[in-house]
């Protein structure tokens, strides 16, 4: 590859040009993530929308995790099988707790926040809520995983 002098500037105007497109696609994605290419400010908005509401998800299900893990320890402990398949679970830590019956997690996020927008529930009240609404039962993660939603 040979070194070029640019005389007419044009060369050199093409590159700044790249150069600034490229910095241009960063910056959308470093604005929006994982939306790389996301050309309008509008599918950049729609992503981070969609992660606040994931976030906000997160939290809900970190806010009941509590009762989850102690629903689990007290399901082995009682020597429940798989709900599924009825196969006894070796270990606590194998054993998946999944919500059962007409309210499973999302419908229980559905009711609590009554359509609303689940960004603005307080994950404490939501615990409370889960605790007296939800039906929980034990499964092996073959069946939890495999099992229609």
């Not at 500037?9 to 910095?23: D, K, Y």
């Not at 997690?105 to 603005?120: C, W």
Request: with cysteine.
């Amino acid at each position: 590859m040979t070194n070029r002098r640019v005389s007419n500037g044009t060369q050199g105007a093409r590159h700044r040009g790249e150069a600034t497109s490229i910095r241009r696609r960063l910056f959308v994605y470093s604005q929006s993530r994982a939306t790389w290419g996301a050309s309008s400010p509008e599918a950049a908005a729609a992503c981070e929308e969609r992660r606040s509401i994931d976030r906000a998800i997160e939290s809900l299900r970190e806010a009941v995790l509590p009762q989850i893990q102690a629903f689990k320890v007290a399901a082995f402990e009682r020597g429940e099988a798989c709900a599924f398949c009825d196969v006894d679970l070796p270990t606590s830590l194998e054993a998946h707790v999944d919500h059962t019956g007409e309210l499973e997690f999302r419908h229980l996020v559905s009711k609590f926040t009554d359509g609303g927008d689940v960004r603005q529930a307080d994950p404490e009240l939501f615990a409370q809520f889960h605790r007296e609404h939800a039906k929980l039962q034990l499964f092996c993660p073959t069946c939890n995983l495999t099992k229609k939603r």
